[in-house]
C-alpha cells in the first residue's frame, strides 16, 4: 500500500542546534518526494521537493533532504535551527503526476531557547 | 505571486445542513484537489478534477460530497448533510498540467459542525 511514515510525532530542540525529521515511504518503480510546512493556524507550504536527478535537495529557510532509494527514506534536516521554525512538518509522497498527494502523519518541531 | 485563495476562513455549521467551500485556483491551472485535515491528524486526499470531471477520488469521498467548478474561476466543495465528524480544515489545491509534480495548496477553509 502506498504510504509515508514520520516516525517522531514530536521533536524538541534547542535554538541553534542541528534537527533531523525523519521520513520513511513505501517504494514504488517512481516515486516523487516533498516536506511541506505548517505554521500555527496557517496552509502548508512547500519547504522541498525531490523529482530526480541529485539526492541532496535544498529548500526554503535553510532546510535540506535526503532521498535515500536503497532506505527508501526522505529525511529532512537543518544545520542550525531558529524559533521561527517552529511549526508542524509533513513529509508526502506521490506516485504519479497529477496524482494525489499521499501525507504523513507529521512532526511537531518544537524549538527552545 | 498567484495563489490559491479559499473562503470563507472559518465556517460554522449545525448538524445536517448543507455546506459550499469555496476555492479560486491560480488562473491558468487544469487540475484541482480537495484535502482535509481533522485536528491533530495528518492531511488526507478527498478527491482530484480535470477537464470538469472527477478523476480520483478517496474512501472519505462518499455521496454527501460533491465537487463543482461552475465558472471559469471557482472550484467548490459541497457537503450535503454535514455531521459532526465532517469538522475539519479543508485544503483546495491546483496544479498547472498532468506532467507537474507541484501542488499549491490555499490558506484552508475550517468547518465547524455542532
Known amino acids: 500500500a502506498q504510504s509515508v511514515t514520520q516516525l517522531d510525532s514530536q521533536v524538541p530542540v534547542f535554538e541553534e542546534a542541528p534537527v533531523e525529521l525523519r521520513c520513511n515511504y513505501s517504494s514504488s518503480v517512481s516515486v516523487y518526494l516533498f516536506w511541506y510546512v505548517q505554521y500555527p493556524n496557517q496552509g502548508l507550504q512547500l519547504l522541498l521537493k525531490y523529482l530526480s536527478g541529485s539526492t541532496l535537495v535544498k529548500g526554503i529557510n535553510g532546510f535540506e533532504a535526503e532521498f535515500n532509494k536503497s532506505q527508501t527514506s526522505f529525511h529532512l534536516r537543518k544545520p542550525s535551527v531558529h524559533i521561527s521554525d517552529t511549526a508542524e512538518y509533513f513529509c508526502?509522497?506521490?506516485?504519479?503526476?497529477?496524482?494525489?498527494?499521499?501525507f504523513g502523519s507529521g512532526t511537531r518541531l518544537s524549538i527552545r531557547p | 505571486e498567484p495563489e490559491v485563495t479559499q473562503t470563507p476562513s472559518h465556517q460554522v455549521t449545525q448538524m445536517g445542513q448543507e455546506v459550499i467551500l469555496r476555492c479560486v485556483p491560480i488562473?491558468?491551472?487544469?487540475?484541482f484537489y480537495w484535502y482535509r485535515q481533522i485536528l491533530g491528524q495528518k492531511v488526507e486526499f478527498l478527491v482530484s478534477f480535470y477537464n470538469n470531471e472527477i478523476s480520483e477520488k478517496s474512501e472519505i469521498f462518499d455521496d454527501q460530497f460533491s465537487v463543482e467548478r461552475p465558472d471559469g474561476s471557482n472550484f467548490t466543495l459541497k457537503i450535503r448533510s454535514t455531521k459532526l465528524e465532517d469538522s475539519a480544515m479543508y485544503f483546495c489545491a491546483s496544479s498547472p498540467s498532468g506532467t507537474s509534480y507541484e501542488q499549491y495548496f490555499g490558506p484552508g477553509t475550517r468547518l465547524t459542525v455542532t
Open positions: 488562473s491558468n491551472h487544469l487540475y
Open positions: 508526502a509522497v506521490m506516485y504519479s503526476s497529477a496524482s494525489k498527494i499521499i
